[in-house]
T-cell receptor, first 112, second 114 residues
Framework: SQKIEQNSEALNIQEGKTATLTCNYT??????LQWYRQDPGRGPVFLLL?????KEKRKERLKVTFDTTLKQSLFHITASQPADSATYLC???????????FGKGTMLLVSP | DVKVTQSSRYLVKRTGEKVFLECVQD?????MFWYRQDPGLGLRLIYF???????EKGDIPEGYSVSREKKERFSLILESASTNQTSMYLC?????????????FGPGTRLLVL
């Protein structure tokens, strides 16, 4: 069956360090992979999209990698700040489908 | 900036009541979605619509219906609310697949059914 797995345990890091979050998937052929940020009690906010033929994408302090052989995406936040504390969701769009499938998210806590 | 608004942030209803949740987007998006989000279960798709008067079932449509009479508005209806429908409800909109299906979410409605 299709599965998207994100680490359910919260990631605790110190301010200034690089946070790395993982998204693994099975039985998907994603055309796109996306990352969203969600703050408590709010809707998710889109951050980055990476296509199946792209290895890496950057936006300011954010970097996403996509390895279709390993069936894995890594999401990095460099020089992390307490304001980066939130839950981060990955989402896949499979070829020929019109909906996103979301992982359950990983909570990131950045302490000063 | 895309704006997706939802009619209520918090709602308390009684078992058996008919509940309407409304969502409006201002970016002329074709696609609109309703999700519910529960602790440990993540975001689950209830219904979506890719055009006016069109609707498709998502993963958990039971107990829900939807209406899309205008492009900008997508309503979720709980015909007879039950306690297991207590949840956070999120609406989203997007352009069609060619845009990568990036979704823009509303602020959510936290529904409590007593």
């Amino acid at each position: 069956s299709q599965k998207i797995e994100q680490n359910s345990e919260a990631l605790n890091i110190q301010e200034g360090k690089t946070a790395t979050l993982t998204c693994n998937y099975t039985n998907y052929s994603p055309a796109y992979l996306q990352w969203y940020r969600q703050d408590p009690g709010r809707g998710p906010v889109f951050l980055l999209l990476i296509r199946e033929n792209e290895k890496e994408k950057r936006k300011e302090r954010l970097k996403v990698t996509f390895d279709t052989t390993l069936k894995q995406s890594l999401f990095h936040i460099t020089a992390s700040q307490p304001a980066d504390s939130a839950t981060y969701l990955c989402a896949l769009v499979s070829s020929g489908y019109s909906t996103l499938t979301f992982g359950k998210g990983t909570m990131l806590l950045v302490s000063p | 900036d895309v704006k997706v608004t939802q009619s209520s942030r918090y709602l308390v209803k009684r078992t058996g009541e008919k509940v309407f949740l409304e969502c409006v987007q201002d970016m002329d998006h074709e696609n609109m979605f309703w999700y519910r989000q529960d602790p440990g279960l993540g975001l689950r798709l209830i219904y979506f619509s890719y055009d006016v008067k069109m609707k498709e079932k998502g993963d958990i449509p039971e107990g829900y219906s939807v209406s899309r009479e205008k492009k900008e508005r997508f309503s979720l209806i709980l015909e007879s609310a039950s306690t297991n429908q207590t949840s956070m409800y999120l609406c989203a909109s997007s352009f069609p697949t060619s845009g990568g299906m990036t979704q823009y979410f509303g602020p959510g409605t936290r529904l409590l059914v007593l």
